[in-house]
């Protein structure tokens, strides 16, 4: 499509009556669509997809009308232009793709049962009603439900239910609102409700195959949430309830419809009783991004996709603002520090990744839109970095007067930017307009130059990339007075270096916090400096260096070999950011290893030693003393000692897995996963397989599912990755939302990679029918580069996905994910003997 092909342009919705009549025995939907609005052409499109539609009239009287499948849409010709009444009959099929609106399947008491849900973003409400399915075409909304419903089973929507006449559930007005936001659901459901101070209605719903408690955790978050969100926007909750809904099966992990969320169950439903401390926080950001999308994304919408970011950057920054304020001894930023951070920065810096705001008009193209690294944890620093810089009374003020001038209405960059930059006295747009539109980011390198301390920046790059002098206005919060607050020339001459360290004394050092988007590379003057103060440095500042030593070798910048020998200074810190840095660091260190050969042995005495002392201070066992860093750290240490093949370890394990045999699931849900995969590793057998296969299927627990998963993927018995092989199309056994993670665990098992390679080329087509419409989808293909590093996976890799190439959608990935995989294959080529030279000097 065109740009100038927007259905708004030619007609403005203000108000939609709309009924469906959904019946699940038959998986059909009829209903009509009548939408009051404005007309500004004779001839008219509205959005439909995948429908039949029996009659359209305008104003009373029946109009004509043809389809255009490329745009989704049918045209119609009214003969005039102005106010008008266009009514549109139609049926649609219930689908099973997890979007529009679609049955969601689950057990109880050995019973199949379903639960009618919804997913509409991006432009799947066109399959739901025939509407103006554009962000920009904001409309008030009646809707008018009947369905086959059984004694006892509930319907929810967006807003209160106001009557029930002859079986038909009618609903209150919405607030203008988008339609991508429009939800509902019904089934045989439980809930648990309460009230904020404001008197907003907070409940979670959920099937009644789980338990009562799990539903307790997020309805406390989601109302202290609202609650802080209410104080911190100076901007009340605008609708009369706060629904969270968890659906069994959902692409997503949650979707922020307004006055009705919806969540993949794992990421709303907890066991208060035995749920791993990091699955706890993961559950209370997702809250806190879903409820802050309530203002900012519903309240306040994009006016067009390509500025997504708008909506989902700000909600992924105040989910770590919401639970730091709400929990302050939680860590939130330490996660954010720990996951987002990094993952923006790798994927960032390979050639051909969008930028935060790009253009976008194909349907496909605006689902591929959806990249978590760049417009959600990269877009998210862009703001910290505001946030840091104007600070949070700017921020409020700011937010409060762009709330005030666009509520219920859309908005676009520029005009975020004005209000905080009114706010704060800073020209925001000019700063921030240098990360917004491009691609990338920088490294700075600061050096020693004829005594004087130097700095520079470039674009940098992991593996080929085309140097097209990109610059950036760099917030560079250094320690040393004499540094500006921004960089916004290529270098800078700070002057003598010698006097600046005597005066500051201490190390120099730039992006102090991390929260700016780039990193430094330091001559070895500054960085021997540094690491000789190492101790003396927080734990922020510790995982910043070892993140950006990572980058530096992952960009041929510095040799890996010469990280090797710095890492084991880290190895004994009890902060969980600097262990997570730590590992993260020693993993991309097995890359260099091949499976089952010396090197590997040499490389599991290395992560020995690693992790050694970490081992014997926490060990298997939660203990009375221990704070959040002990009980974030102590899997991924045990994980190390046990990848070491550690027989202390490994027969700890098994003692813990024979100690809790007959009930697997009460074993401490943060080293559970551990425990099961070990022993299917170490003490295997086809009994066991089957046993946890089982468990697998019966349990409605999704942190209990998620270990078994990584358990049974991790088997090296051939025969056993062929039954797994076997149950990827059975969904009673793995549902289409889980199949990615049951993939990616048999790939990234040396012994099942061939195994996975072979089934996703010979089933792509299945794969493209039962996930396609996913937004999701293209990360099938990222996973592989993960995963791919020689030079012969690499041909394959090209052999299948370059003739796909021009799929909408998968374009950008394919591309992006051949450099990956190619950037890999010659790092190892060139620096294999020397790093496995530097872990057998580490290990002697």
């Not at 025995?25 to 959005?47: F, P, V």
């Not at 379903?114 to 909304?141: H, L, M, N, S, Y």
């Not at 839109?369 to 620093?381: E, H, N, P, Q, W």
């Not at 004087?452 to 760099?474: K, M, P, S, Y």
Request: contains cysteine; hydrophobic residues 40%; proline residues 4%.
């Amino acid at each position: 499509m065109a740009k100038s092909t927007h259905f708004y342009e030619l007609f403005q919705p203000k108000h939609y009556d709309i009924y469906l009549d959904i019946n699940r025995e038959t998986k059909q939907i009829s209903g009509t669509s009548t939408i009051t609005g404005n007309a500004s052409e004779s001839k008219i499109a509205i959005h439909q997809k995948y429908m039949t539609i029996t009659a359209v009239k305008a104003d009373g009287q029946a109009v004509p009308f043809t389809f255009d499948d490329q745009s989704e849409g049918i045209h119609i010709d009214l003969n005039q232009t102005g106010e008008t009444t266009v009514a549109i009959d139609f049926t649609a099929p219930l689908t099973d793709s997890m979007m529009g609106i679609y049955p969601s399947y689950y057990e109880l008491n050995g019973e199949k049962k379903q639960i009618i849900g919804t997913q509409f973003e991006t432009t799947a409400a066109r399959q739901a009603f025939p509407c103006v399915d554009e962000p920009e075409a904001k409309a008030t909304f009646d809707l008018a439900i009947k369905f086959d419903e059984q004694p006892g089973e509930t319907i929810i929507s967006n807003m209160p239910e106001v009557k029930t006449e002859n079986g038909v559930h009618y609903f209150d007005t919405t607030v203008r609102m988008s339609s991508y936001l429009i939800a509902f659901a019904f089934g045989d459901m439980q809930s648990k409700l309460t009230t904020t101070k404001s008197g907003v209605q907070v409940g979670v719903f959920a099937t009644k195959a789980h338990q009562a408690k799990e539903l307790d955790f997020a309805l406390d978050i989601a109302k202290r949430s609202i609650e802080f969100y209410e104080d911190f926007y100076q901007t009340p909750y605008p609708l009369p309830h706060s629904w969270q809904m968890a659906l069994p099966d959902f692409s997503a992990g949650a979707m922020e419809n307004w006055g009705l969320v919806t969540y993949r169950e794992a990421y709303l439903l907890i066991d208060p009783d035995n749920t791993a401390f990091d699955l706890k926080l993961r559950v209370a950001t997702v809250v806190a991004h879903e409820l802050a999308h309530q203002w900012f994304g519903d309240l306040v919408t994009m006016k067009w996709w390509d500025d997504l970011w708008l909506n989902e950057s700000f909600a992924n920054m105040m989910e770590y603002v919401a639970i730091d304020a709400i929990e302050p001894t939680w860590g939130a930023w330490d996660a954010f520090q720990s996951g987002d951070v990094p993952m923006a920065l790798q994927r960032d810096a390979t050639d051909g990744v969008q930028s935060v705001h790009v253009q976008v008009e194909d349907p496909a193209e605006i689902d591929a839109l959806f990249d978590s690294a760049i417009v959600y944890a990269k877009g998210a620093r862009m703001l910290v970095m505001v946030r840091a810089l104007i600070g949070d009374d700017a921020l409020r003020a700011g937010l409060k007067a762009y709330f005030a001038a666009h509520k219920y209405g859309n908005a676009r960059g520029a005009d975020l930017w004005s209000a905080l930059g009114q706010a704060s006295g800073l020209d925001v747009g000019a700063i921030m307009n240098s990360w917004l539109e491009q691609p990338g980011y920088p490294v700075v390198t600061a050096k020693v130059v004829d005594g004087q301390l130097t700095i520079t920046q470039q674009q940098f790059f992991v593996g080929d990339g085309q140097d097209a002098g990109r610059q950036w206005q760099i917030p560079l919060n250094s320690n040393y007075d004499a540094v500006p607050t921004l960089l916004k020339d290529e270098s800078l001459n700070l002057g003598d270096y010698q006097t600046l360290r005597q005066t500051s004394g201490e190390p120099f050092r730039l992006n102090v916090g991390n929260n700016s988007h780039f990193i430094v590379q330091y001559d070895d003057t500054l960085l021997q400096d540094i690491l000789a103060n190492v101790n003396a440095l927080d734990e922020i500042s510790q995982l910043q260096l070892l993140q950006d030593l990572r980058l530096l070798a992952e960009g041929r910048r510095i040799s890996y070999a010469a990280v090797v020998p710095l890492l084991q200074q880290f190895a004994d810190s009890k902060y969980t950011v600097v262990t997570s840095a730590l590992y993260t660091v020693a993993g991309n260190l097995r890359k260099f290893v091949t499976p089952d050969s010396a090197e590997e042995e040499q490389m599991k005495a290395y992560y020995d030693q690693l992790s050694a002392q970490q081992v014997a201070r926490l060990g298997w066992t939660p203990r009375a003393s221990d704070d959040i860093d002990d009980e974030l750290s102590r899997p991924t240490v045990l994980s190390a000692a046990l990848f070491a093949h550690n027989t202390k370890a490994v027969a700890a394990a098994h003692d813990q897995f024979t100690a809790n045999a007959t009930d697997l699931a009460s074993l401490p849900a943060a080293t559970r996963p551990l425990i099961l995969a070990n022993e299917v590793k170490n003490y295997g057998s086809e009994t066991l397989f089957d046993q946890l296969l089982t468990a697998y299927r019966d349990s409605t627990d999704a942190s209990y599912k998620a270990d078994l998963c990584a358990a049974l993927t991790s088997t090296t018995d051939a025969a056993l990755i062929a039954k797994l092989i076997a149950v990827f199309e059975d969904a009673d056994t793995v549902k289409p939302q889980d199949l990615r993670a049951w993939f990616r665990g048999v790939l990234a098992n040396s012994k099942g990679e061939q195994a996975a390679w072979d089934w996703i080329r010979n089933d792509w087509q299945w794969l493209e029918d039962t996930v396609g419409g996913d937004m999701e989808f293209t990360t099938y293909i990222t996973v592989i580069s993960r995963v791919f590093r020689t030079p012969e996976r690499l041909a394959e890799f090209k052999a299948f996905f370059e003739p796909k190439i021009n799929t909408p959608g998968l374009t950008r990935e394919i591309t992006m994910d051949i450099k990956v995989i190619s950037t890999r294959v010659n790092l190892i080529k060139d620096e294999q003997t020397a790093v496995n030279a530097a872990i057998a000097d580490a290990v002697k």
